[in-house]
């Protein structure tokens, strides 16, 4: 069974970093999976905030102008999304997500708040 598990989220004041992880199980092989994370914030759609292919290519969301960064360590089955100079809108739920061919898999979520 494929399990996708976030964390590091939690409540930063505004200008603060934090560093979400999610680490993924149950899947023979990590590195073929494009990796994503995503957010929802409340009333709001959820949406890409940054991915990160198979071969290490990445894209983030223009919105966010730079200050999110995502990377991978496939040794270790884990994708992170470093996000720094963090803003009160910035606060949702942050979702991992793992795609492959015919295959889609979400994280349960972890909050992140950011306080003004």
């Known amino acids: 069974q494929v399990q996708l598990v976030e964390s590091g989220g939690g409540l930063v004041q505004a200008g603060g970093s934090l560093r979400l992880s999610c680490v993924v199980s149950g899947v023979i092989i990590f590195s073929i999976y494009d990796m994503g994370w995503y957010r929802q914030a409340p009333g709001k759609q959820r949406e890409l905030v940054a991915q990160i292919t198979r071969d290490g290519s990445t894209n983030d969301a223009a919105s966010l102008k730079g200050r999110f960064t995502i990377s991978r360590d496939n040794a270790k089955n884990t994708v992170y999304l470093q996000m720094n100079s963090l803003k009160p809108e910035d606060t949702a739920v942050y979702y991992c997500?793992?795609?492959?061919?015919?295959?889609?898999?979400w994280g349960q979520g972890t909050q992140v708040t950011v306080s003004s």
């Open positions: 997500n793992a795609h492959a061919v015919s295959r889609n898999y």
